[in-house]
């Protein structure tokens, strides 16, 4: 009778159109349960963050890639986690995707009926029996990793292991560079990923070495590996929103905080508006949503007579024409004091443009060997290469240039590939959870 019982079931599968052989491979890899969360949250918002970019680009390649056992979950406001309409979240995925290559016309339509669909819906209960079939649940932010006790009832729900991506570390090694509180909120976060996670996957080794001494390291710790992001630069140039080709221009992309040290360029600028006036001067275009503790940044751009027409802030730029920006300049800069990655600089390379940025384990990892390294406190290397880069055909600039003929672009689905591939490795049953921590 068992097995009577088992070919009948086996028979309704395969008259649902599936073989044998394919019901087999479904079963032998787990489902994916893909948190967009942080996507939805930010709908608002005409251009992205680089974990916003994470999160698409996974979204994307497990469309393409994995299709069959994808789906796309968010965390209600109230704290229970929904499985979302495939239609409606593909729709608003390429909804978000247009607005962000620059075509923002009509309604968020999409983005409003996604979140009536995940504000209408009701928790998902904890099955009563074993599932036949894996689940992960990835979490390719760090949103909600704070509240451990919500992200420990999806996975109950779903009986599911967590596999979670880390950007960074710099609440807890730079406090002095983030939100009030911030340290607590992402000490929170990992002790979440200390708690639940199977697999950690960090964008960086410099952002593993910083987060693996707070995670355990026996026989049943998170498995932790280093993917590095991908670029996927615009094909085709938007408008031209870059200066004239007669004005020599530098650009410089991110959020307008502390760590990115926008006050070294701005005290530069002014040297620089005083050594040739403002009509010698090279431009400066800093493009980027303004932040936190950054009203010293703004007052010094807002009132410095030196600065003005010489010195530009930007923000809600389509990718098209940051793209056709960055094509124009002399150089990127990007001073940062910590970063987890450094996304602007692969993706600046990956167009042709120089980079001149901080001297810093990730952006190293992140530009390899073609960019210039210097010390972001060392003001006079910084106007040094500031001045010999503003000639385009000065021999430093035509050297880096050379470098960035040899040097490879980083892909999406290169990175997204070796997640997968981790994820489909992990092994059958989920560790325990570490602490008795999530009730909070």
Same mark, same amino acid.
């Given at each position: 009778?068992?097995?009577?019982?088992?070919?009948?079931?086996?028979?309704?599968?395969?008259? %649902?159109?599936? #073989?044998?052989?394919?019901?087999? $491979?479904?079963?032998?890899?787990?489902?994916?349960?893909?948190?967009? !969360?942080?996507?939805?949250?930010?709908?608002?918002?005409? !251009?992205?963050?680089?974990?916003?970019?994470?999160?698409?680009? $996974?979204?994307?390649?497990?469309?393409?890639?994995?299709?069959?056992?994808?789906?796309?979950?968010?965390?209600?406001?109230?704290?229970w986690h929904v499985r979302l309409p495939a239609a409606a979240t593909r729709r608003f995925l390429d909804d978000t995707a247009r607005r962000w290559r620059g075509d923002r016309t009509g309604p968020r339509l999409a983005a409003?009926?996604?979140?009536?669909?995940?504000?209408?819906?009701?928790?998902?209960?904890?099955r009563p029996w074993p599932s036949a079939r894996r689940a992960v649940y990835l979490l390719l932010s760090h949103t909600n990793l704070e509240r451990p006790a919500a992200v420990a009832r999806a996975l109950a729900a779903e009986?599911?292991?967590?596999?979670?991506?880390?950007?960074?570390?710099?609440?807890?090694?730079?406090?002095?560079?983030?939100?009030?509180?911030?340290?607590?909120?992402? &000490?929170?976060?990992?002790?979440?990923?200390?708690? +639940?996670?199977?697999?950690?996957? #960090?964008?960086? &080794?410099?952002?593993?070495?910083?987060?693996?001494?707070?995670?355990?390291?026996?026989?049943?710790?998170?498995?932790?590996?280093?993917?590095?992001?991908?670029?996927?630069?615009?094909?085709?140039?938007?408008?031209?929103?870059?200066?004239?080709?007669?004005?020599?221009?530098?650009?410089? +992309?991110?959020?307008?905080?502390?760590?990115?040290?926008?006050?070294?360029?701005?005290?530069?600028?002014?040297?620089?508006?005083?050594?040739?006036?403002?009509?010698?001067?090279?431009?400066?275009?800093?493009?980027?949503?303004?932040?936190?503790?950054?009203? $010293?940044?703004?007052?010094?751009?807002?009132?410095?007579?030196?600065?003005?027409?010489?010195?530009?802030?930007?923000?809600?730029?389509?990718?098209?024409?940051?793209?056709?920006?960055?094509?124009?300049? &002399?150089?990127?800069?990007?001073?940062?004091?910590?970063?987890?990655?450094?996304?602007?600089?692969?993706?600046?390379?990956?167009?042709?443009?120089?980079?001149?940025?901080?001297?810093?384990?990730?952006?190293?990892?992140?530009?390899?060997?073609?960019?210039?390294?210097?010390?972001?406190?060392?003001?006079?290397?910084?106007?040094?290469a500031i001045h010999d880069y503003t000639d385009a055909a000065a021999p430093r600039r035509r050297a880096q240039l050379a470098r960035i003929a040899a040097w490879r672009a980083p892909g999406w689905d290169d990175h997204c590939?070796?997640?997968?591939? %981790?994820?489909?490795?992990?092994?059958?049953? %989920?560790?325990?959870? !570490?602490?008795?921590?999530?009730?909070?």
């Amino acid at each position: 009778m068992p097995a009577a019982a088992g070919r009948r079931r086996a028979g309704r599968y395969r008259s %649902a159109g599936a #073989c044998g052989a394919c019901w087999s $491979h479904r079963m032998s890899h787990p489902e994916l349960l893909l948190d967009i !969360t942080r996507l939805m949250r930010r709908a608002r918002h005409a !251009t992205p963050t680089g974990i916003d970019r994470v999160e698409m680009a $996974h979204a994307d390649y497990l469309g393409r890639h994995a299709a069959g056992r994808l789906v796309y979950t968010a965390m209600h406001p109230c704290g229970w986690h929904v499985r979302l309409p495939a239609a409606a979240t593909r729709r608003f995925l390429d909804d978000t995707a247009r607005r962000w290559r620059g075509d923002r016309t009509g309604p968020r339509l999409a983005a409003w009926r996604l979140w009536a669909a995940l504000c209408l819906s009701w928790p998902r209960l904890p099955r009563p029996w074993p599932s036949a079939r894996r689940a992960v649940y990835l979490l390719l932010s760090h949103t909600n990793l704070e509240r451990p006790a919500a992200v420990a009832r999806a996975l109950a729900a779903e009986q599911a292991r967590l596999a979670c991506l880390v950007h960074d570390a710099i609440p807890l090694t730079h406090p002095e560079f983030a939100r009030a509180g911030m340290a607590d909120v992402h &000490r929170r976060r990992m002790e979440t990923v200390d708690a +639940l996670a199977d697999l950690v996957v #960090c964008n960086s &080794r410099a952002t593993l070495q910083a987060i693996a001494g707070r995670l355990p390291r026996g026989p049943h710790g998170a498995r932790l590996m280093v993917a590095p992001l991908g670029v996927a630069p615009p094909r085709a140039p938007g408008a031209d929103a870059g200066p004239s080709p007669g004005a020599p221009c530098f650009v410089m +992309l991110g959020t307008i905080e502390p760590r990115k040290n926008h006050m070294l360029l701005l005290q530069l600028w002014q040297r620089l508006v005083a050594q040739a006036g403002p009509a010698g001067a090279p431009r400066l275009r800093i493009v980027g949503r303004s932040g936190w503790e950054n009203a $010293h940044i703004l007052n010094l751009l807002a009132r410095s007579p030196a600065l003005r027409g010489v010195v530009t802030l930007t923000h809600g730029m389509a990718d098209r024409d940051v793209a056709t920006l960055l094509r124009c300049a &002399r150089a990127l800069l990007m001073p940062s004091l910590a970063e987890g990655f450094g996304l602007p600089v692969a993706e600046a390379l990956a167009l042709g443009v120089p980079v001149i940025a901080s001297d810093l384990p990730a952006l190293r990892e992140a530009g390899g060997d073609a960019p210039e390294y210097l010390d972001p406190l060392d003001g006079p290397a910084w106007l040094r290469a500031i001045h010999d880069y503003t000639d385009a055909a000065a021999p430093r600039r035509r050297a880096q240039l050379a470098r960035i003929a040899a040097w490879r672009a980083p892909g999406w689905d290169d990175h997204c590939r070796m997640v997968l591939d %981790a994820i489909d490795r992990l092994p059958d049953t %989920a560790r325990p959870p !570490t602490e008795a921590n999530l009730a909070n």
